[in-house]
């Protein structure tokens, strides 16, 4: 058996960034008919590249179940807050990406935009 060795200065290489679930640009998004500035919380959702939190679930973890077009089934499982205690749930959503700063929860039939930090 042939041994191969590898100088120690590739475990000094920056591990590769996972890919985005979705093409959103990160941050916080709004429902549609909301200002971004003081948004109420049952308006916010926050996309940070691996699922849509809101202000009752956070840590989302999804997963693309299926995409047609735009069209997308993610499974996720987010910390939920609010309770007693807080524990971990999954829940299945289908999206729709309109742009990279919009998407529509087809399930809830609403819509939402980006909106910078600093208009929140």
């Not at 890919?19 to 909301?34: C, F, I, N, Q």
């Not at 109420?40 to 996309?47: G, K, T, W």
């Not at 989302?60 to 524990?87: D, E, K, W």
């Amino acid at each position: 058996m042939r041994t191969i060795r590898y100088p120690a200065v590739l475990a000094l290489l920056p591990a590769p960034a996972l890919a985005d679930t979705l093409p959103l640009t990160r941050g916080y998004y709004v429902e549609s008919g909301t200002p971004c500035r003081g948004a109420p919380n049952v308006a916010l959702r926050d996309y940070q590249g691996d699922g849509i939190g809101s202000s009752k679930a956070g840590q989302c973890h999804a997963r693309v179940l299926a995409r047609i077009g735009q069209r997308y089934t993610l499974r996720q499982s987010c910390v939920q807050y609010g309770g007693p205690r807080q524990y971990r749930a999954a829940e299945r959503l289908k999206i729709r990406v309109d742009s990279r700063t919009s998407y529509t929860d087809l399930r809830a039939g609403a819509h939402y935009r980006w909106c910078r930090t600093t208009n929140l």
